[in-house]
C-alpha cells in the first residue's frame, strides 16, 4: 500500500459512539471498534502498527484502562486491519480469535499473501484460537456472529451483533471487505482457487442478512465521519445505506466478472 494511503487513512481522531457501549477508536479510516460487556471489552481489528498506541489512547479516552480488553477480533489479515495486533496484545493481554484461513496468514505476518505476496508484512502473532462460521463469541452479556465471507481474503470475517440505540435494539453488522482488489483474477487461473465463487457466496450473505447498523473495516465504506458529525443518536441507523452499498459492489463484482470473462475467449 503507498505510503501516502497509509498516511491518509491512518491519522488520529478521536473516539466517537455508534451505539451503546461501542465505539470507533480507530485511526480517519482504518476501523478499530471498542465493545463493552459486564465481563470486559473486546476489540475488533489494530489496524497498522502504527495505528495500535492511536487506539490504545482512544481507550484510554473513553475512560478505559487498556487492560479491560480481553478479546481481539479481526475483519482480515491485511497490513491495514492487523498491523497493529501484536501490540494491542502485548498491551492489553487479551485473547486473539481469527478465522482459520487468516490466522495463518497473520501467523506470518501478511507474508505469503495470494495476490500481495511478501509486499506488506507486518508484525506476526499467531492467534489463541480459529474461528468458523457462524460461531458465536461471547463475553458477559454480548454475543458476537463470525460469519465467514472470503473473497477478499481467504479468511474474510464480517461480524455481527444486536446493538442498542436509542433504546431499541438493532441488528449491526461490520463488513470484512467486499473489494476486489485491482489485479485479483477471478477467472481462468484465479488469484486462489474458488475465489469467485467465493464472493457469490458471500454476497448471498451479505445481501440478505438483517443490517439496520452498517459498518466496515474503513470508515468509507458507510460515511463514518458525516455520520459521527451530525450529533444524532441514531446517526448509524441506515439500513438502506447498507442494502444499496451492497448492490453496487455486487454490480461492480459481476461487472469485473464478465470483463474478465470476456477478455478469456
Not at 154 to 169: D, S
Request: charged share 20%.
Amino acid at each position: 500500500m503507498p505510503a501516502a494511503a497509509q498516511e491518509a487513512g491512518n491519522q488520529p481522531v478521536k473516539p466517537f459512539q455508534i451505539a451503546d457501549g461501542v465505539w470507533w477508536v480507530g485511526a480517519s479510516d482504518v476501523a478499530s471498534y471498542l465493545i463493552q460487556s459486564n465481563k470486559g471489552l473486546i476489540l475488533i481489528d489494530g489496524g497498522y502498527e502504527s495505528t495500535a498506541p492511536q487506539i490504545l489512547n482512544n481507550i484510554r479516552r473513553l475512560g478505559f484502562d487498556p487492560k479491560q480488553v480481553k478479546i481481539i477480533l479481526n475483519s482480515h489479515a491485511h497490513l491495514d486491519h492487523a498491523g497493529g495486533i501484536a501490540a494491542l496484545k502485548a498491551a492489553t493481554g487479551a485473547k486473539v480469535l481469527v478465522s482459520a484461513e487468516d490466522g495463518k496468514l497473520m501467523a506470518r505476518g501478511g507474508k505469503g499473501d495470494f495476490f500481495l505476496g511478501d509486499r506488506y508484512a507486518y508484525p506476526p502473532l499467531k492467534p489463541d484460537g480459529s474461528l468458523r462460521d457462524g460461531q458465536k463469541v461471547k463475553l458477559g452479556e454480548r454475543t458476537l456472529t463470525a460469519r465467514l465471507t472470503p473473497g477478499h481474503t481467504r479468511g474474510c470475517t464480517t461480524w455481527t451483533l444486536p446493538v442498542t440505540i436509542a433504546g431499541q435494539v438493532r441488528q449491526a453488522m461490520i463488513l470484512c471487505s467486499n473489494s476486489v482488489l485491482p489485479g485479483y483474477r477471478l477467472t481462468g487461473q484465479e488469484s486462489y482457487p474458488g475465489i469467485a465463487a467465493d464472493y457469490e457466496k458471500s454476497y448471498r450473505f451479505w445481501r440478505s442478512a438483517p443490517c439496520d447498523v452498517f459498518l466496515a473495516s474503513h470508515a468509507q465504506f458507510f460515511r463514518a465521519a458525516e455520520k459521527a458529525k451530525s450529533g444524532e443518536a441514531d446517526a448509524f441507523v441506515d439500513p438502506e445505506g447498507c442494502k444499496a452499498f451492497f448492490e453496487r459492489g455486487y454490480a461492480a463484482f459481476r461487472a469485473e466478472l464478465a470483463k474478465q470473462q470476456a477478455a478469456q475467449r
